[in-house]
């Protein structure tokens, strides 16, 4: 099953959007590069920036074939992933992450839709934004290519990775590849009149608990699908710098946002045509969450004025 195609949606970036990065210096090495640096200390990193494209891609190289004791004696990546603040609140409890009815199982797989730019061909193109320097990142609503900003209800993500095969144990080291639509129902990379933006899309490195963290804005509802966030999990940084050309995400998935809460969203202005599309809409004649969401749908809190707060736990089998 795929997605509906809005009309407002064009198949082909603008002349502008450049998607080859064989002659960027290292500011566009990627989400391997992102993820290396923000593992090793200032002055490494200043000694990195000195080396020049060529100099830091052998360096990091060597680095990532060195494995985990390559980075002996730095600091620790900060928890949420490497995009994250150091001790993000509300991540430290073992209970802060849940789905809305508290079970653990395995998430169901669902379709990537035709906007993932995750390296797969869709909507007649192959972008892949995990190739983009600053793509690891906890907050989604800036532009990494413009800076131009989105604006909308907050919505902080809180996902947490488990083993169902081992008692649903945390899975640290996986990266979550996290998409979703603006308040006007429209895709960066993708819409007309957002095509040369890349907000609302980032990617997180699960920590020790197999938790990230991502700041959002609660995506609108556009016509035929109800309103939904879209992920991917891989299974480790190598797979995820590839993106999902030959299949690598060990899922693809979707979460459907709670039909209460977005009522009380979508009578904010700035979600305007929200209310009539959500209106035309319900789980029972979604394409996709028709078959049931009860472990898709996170447990949330807070308010449209103030923002809110999403639990999901994300159960895989590895």
């Known amino acids: 099953m795929t997605d509906p195609r809005d009309p407002r949606l064009i198949l082909t970036p603008g002349a502008d959007h450049d998607h080859d990065h064989a002659d960027d210096d290292f500011t566009h090495l990627g989400l391997a590069a992102d993820t290396q640096m923000l593992g090793c200390s200032v002055l490494d990193r200043r000694r990195l920036l000195g080396l020049g494209a060529l100099g830091v891609g052998t360096l990091l190289g060597a680095v990532a074939l060195a494995g985990p004791t390559a980075l002996a004696g730095r600091p620790p990546l900060p928890p949420g992933g490497p995009g994250g603040p150091a001790g993000p609140a509300g991540q430290g409890d073992a209970d802060t992450v849940s789905s809305a009815d508290g079970q653990c199982r395995t998430l169901p797989s669902e379709t990537q839709g035709p906007y993932p730019a995750d390296g797969s061909s869709a909507s007649g193109q ?57 308040p006007a129902g429209e895709y960066s990379l993708y819409s007309r009149s ?10 997180q ?114």
């Open 194 to 203: 957002i095509v040369g933006e890349d907000y609302l899309r980032g990617a």
């Open 126 to 182: 192959t972008l892949n934004l995990l190739e983009q320097s600053g793509i690891v990142r906890r907050d989604l609503t800036r532009s990494l290519k413009t800076g131009h900003a989105v604006v909308g209800v907050p919505l902080t993500l809180k996902l947490q990775l488990v083993n169902v095969k081992s008692n649903c144990a945390p899975l640290a080291g996986h990266v979550f590849y996290l998409w979703s639509c603006t």
């Open 205 to 318: 490195v699960t920590d020790a608990q197999g938790r990230v963290t991502f700041q959002t804005v609660f995506p609108g509802c556009y016509a035929g699908r109800w309103p939904h966030l879209h992920f991917e999990v891989y299974p480790n940084l190598a797979a995820a710098v590839k993106g999902n050309v030959d299949h690598n995400a060990a899922l693809v998935s979707q979460i459907a946002l709670p039909e209460t809460v977005c009522r009380a969203v979508y009578a904010d202005p700035r979600y305007s045509g929200s209310l009539r599309n959500f209106g035309a809409i319900t789980l029972a004649t979604d394409n996709v969450f028709r078959d049931g969401v009860a472990a898709q749908t996170p447990r949330i809190t807070g308010s449209a004025a103030a923002g809110y707060t999403a639990n999901l736990t994300v159960g895989l089998q590895p």
